[in-house]
């Protein structure tokens, strides 16, 4: 029954936009220690600005970064459950937190300041709706996770929309859990 009624609501289509775009950063997910990434970056709270290849150069270092932890999560079955889409949106707001810090740790060069401050604003309310749909998901709460859903795939458009205008190729991409 529980099936049947995930497939009413469309879950694949849930899932998928769940599944990319690391829930709000069109692409973004975590750092890992292992890249300098934005660590050794100007800070955004008064701090220095980046020249525009040296910002454009750590924000897409932190996506990578991000990306391929999300590439690395185990995918989705074809026939996704609510319990599957708890899973798999748990496992990615750690990464998408992680690289909300690293990101809103770079300071951009001031003419992309307020682009790049609406940019982090998505992505740190895409984060929210993420945690939305897990609690949705896990309380089975079907039409709150279909209007959830459509709030998170238009954030993540517009995210990825606002990543490719600052140069951030890297944080525009689309990925999914691969493992």
């Known amino acids: 029954m529980r099936t049947s009624i995930v497939n009413r609501i469309g879950l694949a289509a849930v899932a998928g936009c769940v599944a990319v775009g690391a829930l709000a950063f069109a692409g973004c997910g ?6 300098t990434g934005a660590s050794g970056a100007s800070g955004a709270s008064g701090s220095t600005p980046l020249s525009q290849s040296y910002f454009v150069s750590q924000a897409n270092a932190a996506c990578k970064e991000g990306n391929d932890k999300i590439e690395a999560l185990t995918a989705l079955p074809s026939n996704p459950d609510l319990n599957d889409l708890a899973r798999i949106t748990e496992q990615q707001i750690p990464i998408a937190n992680e690289v909300y810090g690293k990101l809103s740790a770079i300071t951009p060069p001031s003419d992309l300041q307020s682009d790049y401050d609406a940019y982090l604003a998505n992505g740190k309310t895409q984060i929210g709706v993420a945690q939305q749909i897990t609690s949705a998901a896990k309380s089975g709460d079907t039409s709150q996770l279909k209007a959830l859903a459509q709030k998170l795939s238009a954030g993540n458009d ?5 990543a490719k205008a600052l140069g951030l190729d890297e944080c525009a991409k689309n990925v999914s859990p691969q493992g």
Request: aromatic content about 0%; overall charge negative.
């Open 158 to 162: 517009q995210g990825g929309t606002e």
């Open 30 to 35: 975590g750092g890992s220690t292992s890249t």
